[in-house]
């Protein structure tokens, strides 16, 4: 079964909101979330990374992590349409393989 | 900084042919990944290698074989490609397997089996 999951699926926000993208691990032995954004036809790129509780602002980007919930999630506010993309969550799990384990990913559509 | 190549960008092969991908990184990285993507969907690892004469089957294994001949480069089989499959293949790589060593990306084999 899946590990990780990120919802929404898709999300469609206007240029200039706040997108909201959300992923939970099942697995309690988590020890590091991975945010990468992969846009159509490229590879993906490593946007953020978490492994303590609370929060972490880079510009437009704010990623937040409760170790508590396995859940973390990432805020795009002032979306441009440059953002629009595949976001993927992946999470490293207590091992010494440096393995990650992908969600499917949530496509985001920022409308100018 | 450094990079990734990936040969062939497009790879077309015939059902039941065994394909070749390879994977080159100048970034001198000890641990290298090969990752499967279907359309739309997340990665799923197929091999992967913690250094050079190191070799290890990910969630995906089967169907594939991998070869990491130095500690430049690192190559995957598909030894009998299914009819209609489609998917794109990453190759990355990572200076160590630390949790916090951040994975670099290739960009990628698109196969197509007729």
């Known amino acids: 079964q899946q590990k990780v999951q990120q919802s929404p699926e898709s999300l469609i926000v206007p240029e200039g909101g706040m997108a909201s993208l959300n992923c939970t691990s099942s697995d309690r032995n988590v020890d590091y979330f991975w945010w990468y954004r992969q846009h159509s036809g490229k590879s993906p790129k490593m946007l953020m990374s978490i492994f303590s509780n609370g929060e972490k602002e880079e510009g437009r980007f704010t990623v937040h992590l409760n170790k508590a919930s396995l859940h973390t999630s990432l805020h795009i506010r002032d979306s441009q349409p440059s953002d629009s993309a595949l976001y993927l969550c992946a999470a490293r799990y207590n091992t010494n393989t440096g393995k990650l384990t992908f969600g499917d990913g949530t496509v985001l559509t920022v409308k100018p | 900084g450094g990079i990734i190549t990936q040969t062939p960008k497009f790879l077309i092969g015939q059902e039941g042919q065994k394909l070749t991908l390879k994977c080159q990184q100048n970034f001198n990285h000890d641990t290298m990944y090969w990752y499967r993507q279907d359309s739309g969907k997340g990665l799923r690892l197929i091999y992967y290698s913690i250094t050079e004469n190191d070799l290890q089957k990910g969630d995906l294994s089967e169907g594939y074989d991998a070869s990491r001949e130095k500690k430049s480069s690192f190559s995957l089989t598909v030894t009998s490609a299914q009819k209609n499959e489609m998917a794109v293949f990453l190759c990355?790589?990572?200076?160590?397997?630390?949790?916090?060593?951040?994975?670099?990306f290739g960009p990628g084999t698109r196969l197509t089996v007729l």
């Open positions: 990355a790589s990572t200076a160590g397997t630390g949790a916090s060593y951040e994975q670099y």
